[in-house]
């Protein structure tokens, strides 16, 4: 009876699901790219064994890097069918593996849509990145006998009290996955508090991501285009973000400000925000040197953001977006890995295991504001405002001009940029081996060789 109820929800919803296609396609038109595969067609088709991998989006894409090589090389006779739910991880999952991954999107979860789907493809494994649980989906896997596994799986104790008020949902989808790899023990707890069968400890996959050296090499040439000035490098950043840390950046200053948006639909935005305040910008897809006059580089490329920290790591700095404002925090293990000494705001409740462990190795900073500042390392989590909106503006703006201050004293400071640069590979060097060991786990549903 839970089931049914969602599974009408879901039906009385796809209207709204289409107009927010149409919305978003406003801004990305490839929304409306293979719209159909949304609800069950395909025109693509495979030949053999099939292992299938669900990334929603780029993070997840990117996290399924280096399983996606072992598997190939374990089971060389299957292909591999990737599925998505946003333009941006199709993209993403082409540039990493070209045509050597088949790209499609996951349907809505209507009952007949995933029938469609997985009689399209009939794998012999769905391995499900992160935190991506649905019900329809999953009962039709256990239906037809097909392991499905969440791998990577983290669950923050937002998403949890969230799925927590639906709760004999939750338990009823949970209790049908094969078996859960969780990245941490507080992920690992609160799975089978919602009544997940099997879950194991086996790491987070982004320390397994080796930086590729072609963008290394691509950071160097950045770093040419750059020349000598001091860079403070603001990746992936979100909405609001950027506003608020131009506001704070002292203009007098020869070190150079790069941004680098999380999503490319945003890149006019954000070039918009910097003509605004007046400050000379350039973007790196004019190919140009970086002129002295230039007080704001823009990174207006994808898949390149190993490449941006490379440029950053002798004479820079980087914040890693998404922890300024209150989004959880993006990928603070590659600026580790690459040796450049990262910056993370109060919000890191998508890495919080990884945030604290940062910072307590030294590698990683965390601002939490300035003067009457709060929040706990690592933590961010609670997404409830504290007071008006104008004394949370007040609060966020405090948190970018420490950030901004913070990364203004490690640009003067190259022996401590230095031992943080070495922190941090060592950190990321110490958390690696997660893929080895799901790997291992997936052997227990897919002989190795197939």
């Known amino acids: 009876m839970t089931r049914l109820l969602y599974t009408l929800a879901i039906h009385a919803l796809l209207p709204w699901a289409f107009l927010h296609l149409l919305w978003r396609a406003r801004r990305q038109p490839e929304y409306l790219r293979h719209w159909r595969e949304r609800l069950g067609f395909y025109r693509k088709r495979t030949a053999g064994d099939v292992i299938w991998i669900h990334a929603v989006s780029v993070g997840e894409t990117r996290a ?5 090589a072992a598997l190939r090389q374990r089971h060389p006779g299957c292909q591999i069918v990737m599925s998505h739910m946003t333009p941006t991880g199709r993209q993403t999952a082409k540039a990493l593996f070209g045509d050597g991954v088949l790209r499609v999107y996951l349907p ?62 939750a338990r009823q989808t949970l209790s049908g996955l094969a078996a859960v790899a969780a990245q941490a023990e507080d992920d690992a707890g609160r799975l089978r508090a919602l009544g997940a069968p099997e879950v194991s400890v086996l790491g987070n996959l982004k320390f397994d991501i080796e930086p590729p050296a072609s963008q290394l090499a691509l950071g160097d040439e950045f770093r040419r285009r750059i020349g000598d000035r001091p860079v ?22 020869r070190a150079l400000l790069v941004i680098v948006p999380r999503h490319p639909q945003r890149f006019e935005e954000v070039a918009a925000l910097v003509a605004a305040r007046g400050l000379a910008v350039q973007r790196r897809s ?34 890693v977006g998404g922890s300024l404002l209150d989004y959880g925090c993006q990928n603070l293990i590659e600026p580790c890995s690459v040796g450049t000494p990262a910056l993370i705001g109060p919000s890191t409740f998508n890495f ?15 601002v939490l504001g300035g003067p009457g500042g709060s929040g706990e390392p690592g933590g961010g989590e609670s997404g409830e405002s504290s007071g008006s909106s ?59 060789g197939r």
């Open 64 to 68: 399924a890097q280096p399983l996606v």
């Open 390 to 448: 104008a004394e949370a503006r007040v609060a966020e703006t405090r948190v970018a001009q420490a950030l901004v201050a913070e990364a203004l004293a490690l640009l003067d400071d190259p022996a401590r940029r230095a031992a943080m640069a070495d922190f941090g590979r060592a950190f990321a060097g110490r958390h690696r081996g997660a893929t080895a060991r799901t790997l291992a786990l997936i052997g227990r549903f897919i002989p190795a």
């Open 232 to 253: 403070f490098l603001c990746a992936s950043t979100r909405e609001g973000e950027e506003a608020l840390i131009l506001d704070a950046w002292p203009q007098d200053r």
């Open 352 to 366: 919080a295991e990884a945030a604290r462990e940062a910072v307590a190795a030294g590698a990683a900073i965390q």
């Open 108 to 169: 809505y979860d209507t009952p007949w849509a995933v029938a469609a789907f997985l009689d399209r493809f009939r794998p012999k494994l769905g391995l499900v990145m992160e935190t991506e649980i649905w019900p329809n989906l999953v009962a039709a896997c256990r239906r037809r006998v097909l392991p499905l596994l969440l791998v990577n799986a983290r669950l923050s104790e937002r998403s949890a009290r969230r799925y927590a008020r639906v709760a004999p949902l």
């Open 286 to 319: 004019d190919g140009a040197p970086v002129a002295a006059a230039t007080r704001v580089w823009l990174g207006d490329s994808m898949g390149e953001m190993f490449a941006y920290y490379a440029a950053a790591r002798a004479e820079g700095v980087a914040f």
